[in-house]
């Protein structure tokens, strides 16, 4: 299992984090361009990926202003989580992380670790931006 993992500060309570993150339609807000084709619910969100997949995901749990767990509501290219964690660092900041873990064979590692990595620091930076604006 590759585990890829990214955080951020955000200067809000953790309570307006994990309720922006724990709904789905606001996720589209954290994706780069080479996402379209959204399409969301407050549970689930379908979307392509520009030259690599489509891809239908659904919140598999939700510990409520501690984490989210998203899997695949549909067969994906490999098997994947995607777990929002928040925790409160004082009244008016938290800490947010994003954690992919992906079943990669070696050589879905070598093509997909780089991009994921990307996308796991892409998406923690503009939850920062989107939450602080």
């Not at 590692?109 to 994921?116: H, V």
């Amino acid at each position: 299992m590759t585990i890829i993992e990214s955080k951020n500060i955000v200067n809000q309570p953790v309570e307006k984090v994990y309720d922006f993150l724990a709904n789905c339609n606001n996720h589209e807000k954290l994706m780069p361009e080479n996402v379209y084709n959204w399409s969301s619910t407050e549970n689930e969100a379908s979307f392509t990926v520009q030259n690599m997949a489509k891809l239908t995901l659904r919140v598999d749990e939700r510990k409520e202003n501690q984490e989210i767990s998203i899997i695949p509501s549909e067969k994906a290219p490999f098997d994947l989580r995607l777990t929002w964690k928040v925790k409160s660092i004082d009244a008016t900041s938290s800490e947010a992380a994003l954690i992919i873990e992906a079943d990669l064979n070696m050589m879905m590692k070598m093509l997909a670790s780089g991009p994921l990595k990307k996308l796991a620091d892409y998406q923690t930076t503009k939850l920062k931006e989107e939450l602080e604006s």
